[in-house]
């Protein structure tokens, strides 16, 4: 005998676990701007000035044994919320990868760059992704920055996959292995991210 449910209308999904969610007729629309603008307040940014990308390019982080102490459990609190962003803010990624390397150790130099995240923020506060209802191609996109880290010479590989030019699966990560040309390291994050979609 089958039976049957009853199912109580909630209305139209709006807020969960700290996303924002609008729908309209042709898509969704997701953000983060009200946990983003709790997160500035908690770390103190509301009165610092804006940028306009969240990581310096001229700087390649590295350890910094040397370089003055940060409070080690404030980095890493603000390391876990930056983690949470990333579901609506994906360009904060790789900037946030590299950062959480040096948790054991954080400087003040590490500290700076994520404050910098922040001030990235106020410029792009009400930003967030649209996925489109009347599309479904998926494309996928790739990168490695060939032997950039400065601790042992490996490469970040970085891809991602859209749905109708919404992105819907992001990832930025250490190489395991030293690639010997800018090609294998090419190679590796177009070799992972197809794996992805077998």
Not at 30 to 38: G, L, N, P
Not at 46 to 70: Q, R
Not at 119 to 140: A, D, H, P
Not at 188 to 194: D, E, F, L, N, T
């Amino acid at each position: 005998m089958q039976g049957k449910f009853e199912m109580s209308m909630i209305g139209e999904l709006t807020f969960f676990l700290e996303i924002q969610v609008k729908q309209m007729n042709d898509g969704t629309f997701i953000s983060q701007t009200k946990y983003t603008r709790d997160l500035m307040k908690k770390f103190d940014m509301k009165e610092k000035s804006s940028v306009k990308i969240p990581m310096n390019t001229s700087i390649k982080m590295d350890m910094d044994a040397y370089g003055k102490a940060v409070d080690q459990t404030r980095y890493r609190a603000l390391i876990g919320s930056l983690l949470y962003l990333t579901a609506s803010k994906p360009d904060i990624t790789f900037v946030v990868g590299i950062s959480s390397r040096f948790t054991s150790n954080p400087s003040k130099e590490h500290g700076k760059e994520l404050k910098r995240v922040l001030r990235y923020f106020k410029f792009t506060i009400n930003y967030g992704l649209y996925y489109n209802r009347g599309s479904s191609t998926l494309e996928c996109y790739s990168d490695a920055n060939w032997a950039a880290d400065k601790i042992d010479s490996r490469s970040t590989s970085g891809w991602l996959f859209t749905i109708g030019g919404a992105i819907i699966v992001w990832a930025s990560k250490r190489q395991t292995c030293v690639a010997l040309s800018s090609l294998e390291s090419e190679y590796i994050p177009v070799s992972i991210a197809s794996k992805g979609i077998v």
